[in-house]
């Protein structure tokens, strides 16, 4: 019930499309969905989360999605910017577990 | 900032020593968490502690171990110590013990020589 998939593991973009994530999960169990971006040698930084009794949530050009009967999650991130680029993780929490991350997915925007 | 501080910054070592990271929670928050990331890996959660309390174990060696001290901040201990431990040690903090909203500090960068 851990594990959880993210893919792609890199993703380029041209400089204003969009970007989607996507992470698949095992556990119906898992009630907490955090997006975290990683910019090369600096700290996991928390830009969006959402919990299972949600379906959408979005913040300026982030949005998440949760669809718990397919059991999976995508961070879509619209207008892209070079600022954009950076690792991505997915994570997830079980019940009163604590978060298990997925594999990271490296965006680059290309100006 | 995420007002999660870490130190040192940076441990070069040699295998076979131990060593000490130190974090600093953001204020106001009682969980602290450990995690590791090796190169090219994603995040390993190692431990966390509640208002000094152990809260719940991941992946952490026994070669590693923890603790929170009164004031909330935190240790974490490395001993005979391996090629295979060098990597990125992160903490985290949140107000609560469940595990979610979790701020990250800038790490520590440990290589073992």
């Known amino acids: 019930g851990e594990n959880v998939e993210q893919h792609p593991s890199t993703l380029s973009v041209q400089e204003g499309d969009s970007a989607v994530i996507k992470c698949t999960y095992s556990d119906s169990a898992s009630n907490y969905f955090p997006w975290y971006k990683q910019e090369l040698g600096k700290r996991p930084q928390l830009i969006i989360d959402i919990r299972s009794n949600v379906g959408e949530k979005k913040d300026q050009r982030i949005a998440v999605t949760l669809n718990k009967t397919a059991k999976h999650f995508s961070l879509h991130i619209t207008e892209t910017q070079p600022e954009d680029s950076a690792v991505y993780f997915c994570?997830?929490?079980?019940?009163?577990?604590?978060?298990?991350f997925g594999t990271g997915t490296r965006l680059t925007v290309i100006p | 900032d995420s007002g999660v501080t870490q130190t040192p910054k940076h441990l070069i070592t040699a295998t076979g020593q131990r060593v000490t990271l130190r974090c600093s929670p953001r204020s106001g928050d009682l969980s602290v968490y450990w995690y590791q990331q090796s190169l090219d890996q994603g995040l390993q959660f190692l431990i966390q502690?509640?208002?000094?309390?152990?809260?719940a174990k991941g992946n952490i060696l026994e070669r590693f171990s923890a603790q929170q001290f009164p004031d909330l901040h935190s240790e974490l201990n490395l001993s005979s110590l391996e090629l295979g431990d060098s990597a990125l040690y992160f903490c985290?903090?949140?107000?609560?013990?469940?595990?979610?909203?979790?701020?990250f500090g800038p790490g520590t960068r440990l290589l073992v020589l």
């Open positions: 985290a903090s949140s107000v609560r013990a469940s595990g979610e909203t979790q701020y």
């Open positions: 994570a997830h929490k079980e019940g009163a577990n604590n978060l298990f």
């Open positions: 502690y509640y208002n000094g309390e152990e809260r």
